[in-house]
């Protein structure tokens, strides 16, 4: 649906801005000199400074977080090429054992690598062929020593065998031994933030994915595991387990990987060539079929705005868990009670979250943002969750148009706290804030406005994934492509979002002089530029305030005066 359809012409006194885009230099043809005006600056609105919340500092990253958050020099020197987790999971002791087979190249010569796994996990050998490594544990992590120089160039393979009772740790319990509501065993992973080594043995961090990998797990054989990727088959090992053999045809996060274990029944569906696999406990298997449903109509908006499902060979699955959800790369984990909302709520308070069931639509669309794309570090996770957090309203759009999509957007808005910027600090595995959602979605949102241009901004969405798709970026990685492929400078904005805790305030001063309205930013940014809509709704116009005074012609009064906050997200300051 198109979007911007109302009036945008120029009002005669705009000021060029930092904007150079075509499409925005339309508008700013009729230039009046930038009025700077010493009488409104002096007055005491201008004066005002920022109620800027107060920011305590964040205690200092333990040394756990330095050597999980840090990309050092033990893993600069190596790329990740392959991984086979093969492993035996024993419900009754709640143990794990087995090992990883870790395939790399070194990028560098060296004798020594970093991977990781927590202490309360046993190590029982690192084997390279036949001979034993040495290694030393330090805060959950394994800084591995060969006997001879590793040469830049050539590729390696380690395995790295261990065992133990892996520890319930975070929101979702990164390994977890429960049982399901018929007290059958459920056996799930989920370890975003705790990290995979939370269960076992990898390079956990961000920046380096494996190509491919396989998953081989050993369980009772009255029970079913689902992981990621594509189902190779199961062997019945003759000892009471039946190994589940999966495999993952592309790269996959390491906090992705995952195991369900449980009583599991399957149904299947397809979309076009696209596998489309269910696995539910057997009571909930009518419900399913009616709820998962949704995952078609998902699909089917998010290849829209960005292109093919990324995993097709792996398949799309949704799986049942014990929790909310997560995204579990290709094999999306399910527990939203069958109900639309979030966990049966209206998420959003605006009645639209409960036309679709949120973690359906939330958790699918991280195929795209976070496992195809995924932030480099931990620090810049809003390219997951700011970037996914808008996924969730463009399936709005597609589905029901774009007031409908605003409206959802905006619901956003109370569950903003700008107290703290988004991007946190990089290199000590320290995970963004919740704003790092809602926030990161809202300031998408206004970037759509200032672009401008519907077919343009569709471009934009399509070719920023499919220039990224598959890679592990940072946030200047996603302003560069903006800043390239609409010809503004966008930087500023950014910044100002993600770099600093508070939104950009419009300040408005009436009464100068009769019929005339001041106006400026006030941001962090110095060179802070935006335009915005103002005026009346269905006759906006676009202004271009910077942080300097500028002044416009106006018939309205104080009152009647508005700032377009659904298409922005702004604060207003009328004075
Ligand atoms: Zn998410």
């Known amino acids: ?58 205690p200092p990253p333990t040394r756990a977080a330095m050597l999980r958050g840090a990309y050092g020099p033990y893993r600069a020197n190596n790329d990740l090429l392959y991984y086979h987790l093969d492993i035996r999971v024993d419900p009754e002791k709640q143990f794990v054992s087995g090992k990883n087979t870790i395939r790399f190249k070194m990028l560098a010569d060296g004798t020594r690598i970093q991977l990781d796994l927590r202490e309360t996990l046993k190590i029982d050998k690192i084997l390279m062929g036949t001979t034993p490594l040495k290694y030393e544990r330090d805060s959950g992590a394994v800084f591995v020593d060969f006997p001879q120089t ?102 996959i996060n390491n906090y992705d990987v995952s195991l369900n274990i449980g009583s599991y029944v399957h149904f299947s569906d397809m979309l076009g060539e696209l596998p489309l696999d269910f696995y539910v406990l057997p009571e909930d298997l009518d419900k399913a079929k009616v709820q998962f449903a949704q995952a078609k109509g998902m699909l089917e908006a998010f290849q829209h705005y960005f292109g093919e499902y990324p995993f097709v060979k792996d398949g799309y699955k949704l799986v049942a868990a014990p ?84 409206k959802y957007l905006n619901g956003d808005k109370a569950k903003v706290k700008n107290l703290h910027p988004i991007i946190a600090e990089r290199g000590v595995n320290e995970e963004p804030g919740q704003d790092q959602y809602f926030k990161g979605a809202l300031m998408t949102n206004t970037l759509r406005s200032v672009v401008n241009d519907d077919a343009k901004w569709r471009a934009l969405l399509h070719g920023f994934y499919q220039h990224f798709k598959y890679q592990n970026i940072t946030t200047e990685d996603v302003v560069a492509y903006f800043n ?92």
Request: hydrophobic share 35%.
């Open 323 to 406: 929790y909310s959800g997560m995204e579990h790369q290709s094999a999306v984990t399910y527990g939203n009670l069958f109900k639309n909302g979030y966990l049966g709520r209206d998420w959003t308070g605006t009645g639209i979250s409960m036309r679709f069931d949120f973690i359906i639509i939330h958790e699918s669309g991280h195929e795209w943002f976070g496992n195809s794309i995924t932030a480099a570090d931990p620090a810049d996770m809003w390219i997951h969750e700011g970037w996914t957090t808008y996924l969730e309203s463009l399936y709005v759009e597609y589905r029901w148009g774009n007031a409908d999509a605003i």
């Open 1 to 58: 649906m198109r979007y911007f359809g109302f009036c945008t012409y120029a009002c005669g006194l705009l000021t060029l801005a930092a904007f150079t885009s075509s499409s925005l230099s339309a508008q700013t043809a009729q230039q009046a000199p930038s009025q700077t005006s010493a009488p409104a600056v002096t007055s005491a609105a201008a004066q005002k400074t920022l109620a800027k919340p107060s920011e305590a500092e964040a």
């Open 484 to 575: 390239q492929h609409t010809g503004i400078n966008l930087t500023p904005i950014f910044n100002q979002y993600l770099r600093h805790a508070q939104i950009p305030r419009l300040e408005l001063l009436f009464g100068e002089a009769p019929g005339m309205v001041m106006y400026k930013w006030r941001a962090d940014e110095d060179n802070f530029a935006m335009p915005v809509r103002v005026g009346k709704p269905g006759e906006w116009q676009i202004i271009h305030p910077t942080t300097k005074w500028q002044w416009m012609k106006t018939s309205l009064s104080k009152d009647e005066f508005q700032v377009a906050t659904d298409l922005y997200y702004v604060d207003v300051n009328k004075q």
């Open 150 to 251: 590793l040469h830049a160039g050539q590729v390696y393979s380690i395995e790295f065998y261990y065992s133990g009772h892996p520890e319930e740790i975070g929101r979702f319990g990164g390994m977890t031994f429960k049982k399901d509501p018929a007290g059958r065993v459920w056996i799930n992973t989920a370890c975003e933030g705790d990290g995979a080594s939370v269960w076992w043995p990898n390079k956990d961090q961000w920046r380096d994915e494996v190509e491919s990998m396989d998953i081989s797990v050993a369980i009772p054989n009255n029970l079913v595991d689902v992981s990621n990727g594509k189902f190779v088959g199961k062997t019945d090992l003759g000892d009471g387990y039946t190994r589940w053999d999966w495999h993952v045809h592309y790269p």
